[in-house]
């Protein structure tokens, strides 16, 4: 059985809370961590810039 995607209205902080990982787990591309308000449908949408630049 496959896991759902996340929602992209789910901000980092709850979804690395409800995922049971530690605080700082996803990242920037620079390597700093995301802040935990960032929504994941940004995170989505930065992924999709670069990927035709």
């Known amino acids: 059985m496959s896991t759902r995607k996340v929602r992209s209205d789910c901000s980092v902080g709850t979804f690395e809370k409800t995922r049971g990982l530690p605080p700082g787990t996803i990242r920037n591309p620079n390597g700093r961590d995301t802040r935990s ?17």
Not at 37 to 53: A, L, P, V
């Open 37 to 53: 308000d960032k929504k994941i449908g940004t995170i989505r949408k930065e992924n999709e810039r670069k990927q035709y630049k």
